[in-house]
T-cell receptor, first 115, second 115 residues
């Protein structure tokens, strides 16, 4: 398994501001992902964080709104920019070790509330 | 297109009852992987099982069992003698080569187990 930590665990932010969420894994992993889970909903993939290159975004998500960094094989950040109340969600970091068909492990999530 | 359907939004049972959570998937891939995750009230996603498309053997792990049937594109999950601690949201997920080998999650089934 992989132990994943996220910071912050929760935050309350004002409209128009930005928040950067950090994801740290206890070992090197091939794949890192960022998901959003809106209240009572399923998980939606925002992007795949690629080490050393730009993230790969899913339809409906853009780099200007959700810039992502991945400087090495154990760390990634997701920024939620120019926030609005619609961005209130849980943001989850997820990893998969080998880039193949292994199970994904998830961090504890960051619960974001935008006022 | 890939899709995972969990038609049961919520299920409520009394402790010690058996309960089956349904999962139906769609994919054109011949090689794919199916997963079940548990999300307890604490929010952290817990991996339960992975099954590849070439292995239709049913699996049992303690009170949990899974029935994979390619003929009906289903991967159902049964909890035997349910306990209050089983109360959670359960997600079925699919990963296949179509769409870049990303994991697609179903909408989830919320299970309430009453004492």
């Amino acid at each position: 398994s992989a132990v994943i930590s996220q910071k912050p665990s929760r935050d309350i932010c004002q409209r128009g501001t930005s928040l950067t969420i950090q994801c740290q894994v206890d070992s090197q992993v091939t794949m890192m992902f960022w998901y959003r889970q809106q209240p009572g909903q399923s998980l939606t993939l925002i992007a795949t964080a690629n080490q050393g290159s730009e993230a790969t975004y899913e339809s409906g998500f853009v780099i200007d709104k959700f810039p992502i960094s991945r400087p090495n094989l154990t760390f990634s950040t997701l920024t939620v920019s120019n926030m609005s109340p619609e961005d209130s969600s849980i943001y989850l970091c997820s990893v998969e070790r080998t880039g193949g068909a292994d199970e994904q492990f998830f961090g504890p999530g960051t619960r974001l509330t935008v006022l | 297109a890939q899709k995972v359907t969990q038609a049961q939004t919520e299920i409520s049972v009394v402790e010690k009852e058996d309960v089956t959570l349904d999962c139906v998937y769609e994919t054109r891939d011949t090689t794919y992987y199916l997963f079940w995750y548990k999300q307890p009230p604490s929010g952290e996603l817990v991996f339960l099982i992975r099954r590849n498309s070439f292995d239709e053997q049913n699996e049992i792990s303690g009170r949990y069992s899974w029935n994979f049937q390619k003929s009906t594109s289903s991967f159902n999950f049964t909890i035997t003698a349910s306990q209050v601690v089983d109360s959670a949201v359960y997600f079925c997920a699919l990963r296949g080569y179509t769409g870049g080998f990303k994991t697609i999650f179903g909408a989830g089934t919320r299970l309430f187990v009453k004492a």
